[in-house]
């Protein structure tokens, strides 16, 4: 069975900083593509970083761009999502996701983590 | 690519067949891909390629493409359908996604 499961979040003070975790079973890790998605209160779905099975291109979205880093552990099976200069807008849930991208889709979410970014 | 959802909420009863349109600022081919999410949950795929059916998905849901406009439709609607529905482009990074369409019961 299939399991994603993000930590990681908890309520920081603008300008402070977090690490995600996804802790994945069930699939090969390493041969899979990963992404984040994130979902602000009462908002819809933002597509936040992705990275390739190897981790050696990553992907972000502008808002995050030079403030997020995604990289991953191969040999941990573990997602990381580190970020930085966190901002009110960075309040959300943060999903992490397998991205099948032969055909291209999310198929897999973890239940994700709440950041919470307030002073 | 910013993909424009319509419309963003509508009210609907058991049985009726439903169209939500999904619409790409650019050509998308069949890059797309739809998700049901009910509160408090992940999001759940639906559909892929623009009409591929996600295995283990009713039959009641169908998508249609390719190109720039877009349609998820319900065919009949069930209880178990009261959700928001969101599009999403694979074609091109950054990834987006739809604002979103809820679907609540009339």
Redesign the interface.
Same mark, same amino acid.
């Given at each position: 069975e299939v399991q994603l499961l993000e930590s990681g979040g908890h309520l920081v003070q603008p300008g402070g900083s977090l690490r995600l975790s996804c802790a994945a079973s069930g699939f090969t890790f390493s041969s899979s593509a990963m992404?984040w998605?994130r979902q602000a209160p009462g908002k819809?779905?933002? *597509?936040v970083s992705?990275i390739t099975a190897n981790g050696g291109t990553t %992907? %972000?979205?502008?808002s995050v761009k030079g403030r997020f880093t995604l990289s991953r552990d191969n040999s941990k099976n573990t997602l990381y999502l580190q970020m930085n200069s966190l901002r009110a807008e960075d309040t959300a849930l943060y %999903?992490c996701a397998i991205y =099948?991208v032969s055909?291209? %889709?999310?198929?897999y *979410? =973890?239940? =994700?983590t709440l950041v919470t970014v307030s002073s | 690519i910013q993909l424009t959802q319509s419309p963003s909420s509508l009210s609907a009863s058991v049985g009726d067949r439903v169209t939500i349109t999904c619409r790409a600022s650019q050509d998308i081919s069949s $890059?797309l891909?739809w998700?049901q &999410?009910k509160p408090g /949950?992940?999001? /759940? #795929?639906l559909i892929?390629?623009a009409s591929?059916l &996600?295995s283990g998905v009713p039959s009641r849901f169908s998508g249609s493409g390719p190109g720039t406009d877009f349609t998820l439709t319900i065919s009949s609607l069930q209880p178990e359908d009261f959700a928001t529905y969101?599009c &999403?482009q #694979?074609n091109s990074?950054? #990834?987006? $996604? +739809? +604002? +979103?369409t809820k679907v609540e019961i009339k």
């Amino acid at each position: 069975e299939v399991q994603l499961l993000e930590s990681g979040g908890h309520l920081v003070q603008p300008g402070g900083s977090l690490r995600l975790s996804c802790a994945a079973s069930g699939f090969t890790f390493s041969s899979s593509a990963m992404s984040w998605v994130r979902q602000a209160p009462g908002k819809g779905l933002e *597509w936040v970083s992705a990275i390739t099975a190897n981790g050696g291109t990553t %992907y %972000y979205a502008d808002s995050v761009k030079g403030r997020f880093t995604l990289s991953r552990d191969n040999s941990k099976n573990t997602l990381y999502l580190q970020m930085n200069s966190l901002r009110a807008e960075d309040t959300a849930l943060y %999903y992490c996701a397998i991205y =099948g991208v032969s055909p291209r %889709y999310f198929d897999y *979410w =973890g239940e =994700g983590t709440l950041v919470t970014v307030s002073s | 690519i910013q993909l424009t959802q319509s419309p963003s909420s509508l009210s609907a009863s058991v049985g009726d067949r439903v169209t939500i349109t999904c619409r790409a600022s650019q050509d998308i081919s069949s $890059f797309l891909a739809w998700y049901q &999410q009910k509160p408090g /949950k992940a999001p /759940k #795929l639906l559909i892929y390629a623009a009409s591929t059916l &996600q295995s283990g998905v009713p039959s009641r849901f169908s998508g249609s493409g390719p190109g720039t406009d877009f349609t998820l439709t319900i065919s009949s609607l069930q209880p178990e359908d009261f959700a928001t529905y969101y599009c &999403q482009q #694979l074609n091109s990074y950054p #990834l987006t $996604f +739809g +604002g +979103g369409t809820k679907v609540e019961i009339k």
